[in-house]
T-cell receptor, first 114, second 111 residues
Framework: AQSVTQPDIHITVSEGASLELRCNYSYGATPYLFWYVQSPGQGLQLLLKYFSGDTLVQGIKGFEAEFKRSQSSFNLRKPSVHWSDAAEYFCAVGAGNRDDKIIFGKGTRLHILP | KAGVTQTPRYLIKTRGQQVTLSCSPISGHRSVSWYQQTPGQGLQFLFEYFSETQRNKGNFPGRFSGRQFSNSRSEMNVSTLELGDSALYLC??????????FGQGTRLTVV
């Protein structure tokens, strides 16, 4: 069965520190992978996606993620976080152009210390 | 281009009532998906419509239904509301290439 695991429910980092949010997936075929961010009371904004090709993908707001097939992982990274990055982050997997159903992880809430 | 528009943004209903939520996708997008977000269960897929046909369905009871019109606008209906249906309902539109754009959601509270 398709699934996404985000092992960290909450993460707290200091402003200016580096960040890595973990994501592991289970999928029968080559997955389409996504990271979304959600601010309180808002919808989801796409940070980045991986469909194929270069396994290191760049996204908006200075985020990047690396696809590691051998580890079934797609971790999100940022070298230096800003207070405005405090939000909830969702890793997700989809079937791509076969259909648009997306399976989401439970999310990681990021807290930023000043 | 305008983004995905969901109406209404907030809704309060009584147990046993029914509710209809609306989603207008990005112009040119033919796929609309619906998700339910709750603190306990997270984001769960409800169903997906493509060109007026339901292409995929999640594990929700038959009280949850949807439809898509010829202009790609979609509605979701929940009948016989239960307290547990209180949630943020998110709509996403796509051109069918696996990348979804989400609306701001409709916050449904059942009392």
């Amino acid at each position: 069965a398709q699934s996404v695991t985000q092992p960290d429910i909450h993460i707290t980092v200091s402003e200016g520190a580096s960040l890595e949010l973990r994501c592991n997936y289970s999928y029968g075929a080559t997955p389409y992978l996504f990271w979304y961010v959600q601010s309180p009371g808002q919808g989801l904004q796409l940070l980045l996606k991986y469909f194929s090709g270069d396994t290191l993908v760049q996204g908006i707001k200075g985020f990047e993620a690396e696809f590691k097939r051998s580890q079934s992982s797609f971790n999100l990274r940022k070298p230096s976080v800003h207070w405005s990055d405090a939000a909830e982050y969702f890793c997700a997997v989809g079937a791509g152009n076969r259909d648009d159903k997306i399976i989401f992880g439970k999310g990681t809430r990021l807290h930023i210390l000043p | 281009k305008a983004g995905v528009t969901q109406t209404p943004r907030y809704l309060i209903k009584t147990r046993g009532q029914q509710v209809t939520l609306s989603c207008s996708p990005i112009s040119g997008h033919r796929s609309v998906s619906w998700y339910q977000q709750t603190p306990g269960q997270g984001l769960q897929f409800l169903f997906e419509y493509f060109s007026e046909t339901q292409r995929n369905k999640g594990n929700f009871p038959g009280r949850f239904s949807g439809r898509q019109f010829s202009n790609s606008r979609s509605e979701m209906n929940v009948s016989t509301l239960e307290l547990g249906d209180s949630a943020l309902y998110l709509c996403a539109s796509s051109q069918g290439q696996g990348q979804a754009f989400f609306g701001q959601g409709t916050r449904l509270t059942v009392v």
